[in-house]
């Protein structure tokens, strides 16, 4: 009963570490997007978007998350979590017109 409980601990801890991370890299992604591109249409901005998903997977070995053993439904999670929050985040920016 214990160890159900502790794997159980254990998985929910992994699940939000890892969404943590993609949802704030998109939210970065899109901060250093709006820093680097001149509109919308400058396709530097999916470059950045590129680097800061792959950029996440050394940070998640460096939070104790075992990389191997990621799933490819993990790996399009976090891809897609990532590039959600950069969508929704650099719309709001381009739309308010903020420059940083």
Not at 19 to 42: E, F, K, N, R
Not at 72 to 90: G, P, Q, R
């Amino acid at each position: 009963m214990a160890t159900e409980t502790l794997d159980q601990r254990a998985s929910h801890i992994r699940g939000l570490t890892v969404t943590s991370i993609a949802t704030l890299a998109g939210i970065a992604a899109a901060l250093v997007t709006t820093m680097i591109a001149t509109g919308p249409q400058d396709t530097v901005s999916i470059a950045v978007l590129g680097a800061f998903v792959i950029g996440q997977f050394p940070l998640l070995q460096v939070v104790g998350i075992e990389t191997e053993s990621l799933s490819a439904k993990d790996y399009l999670y976090i891809t897609f979590m990532t590039f959600s929050l950069w969508y929704v985040t650099w719309a709001i920016l381009l739309t308010t017109g903020t420059t940083l």
